[in-house]
């Protein structure tokens, strides 16, 4: 049976504290809280159609973005410097870029409404739940469908589609269509 926090040792509760303590640097912070008031204003309450915009605010705020992207203002990105997102590139509506690592969209790579693109998560064999951060990569040509998941540390190759919520917790060859929780390779994809 699991131990109770009553049960634990002073050492174990003590490392169990720690998981409170932000391991971000003091300047993340503040830039962090700055995009938050930015994101929920000038941001969030543009125009539709003003994806030219939202691309001027992220690069405001570090993001590499390239030219004639379409940035929808429900989507949400984390920390904006730690985003590089190649020419042609779609970030849909609701869609999170939880980048505590940076994450890299290729050449016109599409990431529909509602995907979650994840680069952090928690060493849970450790009491104090210390943050692991991998980066993300997605390829030039890909299509994340609606509310997918990508975990820390993923690849996805150059033309590969990840199904609707499917959940994708190891690299993804080229030019493959997966699906599914865990995401598995269906089928190759093959252009017409």
Known sequence: MADSPENLSTTQQAQALQRN???????????????SMVEATLYRCSFHTWSNWRAFLLRCFGASIGPHCTIRRTSHVHYPWLLKMGEMGCLGDDVRVYNLAPI????????SQEAYLCAGTHDYTQLSLPLVTKPITIGPDVWICARAFVEPGVTVGAGAVVGACAVVNKDVPEWTVVAGNPAVIVKKRVLR
């Open 104 to 111: 890299t969209l290729g050449p016109r790579s599409s990431i």
């Open 21 to 35: 303590i932000s391991a971000a640097p003091f300047s993340w912070k503040i830039r962090r809280l700055l995009w």
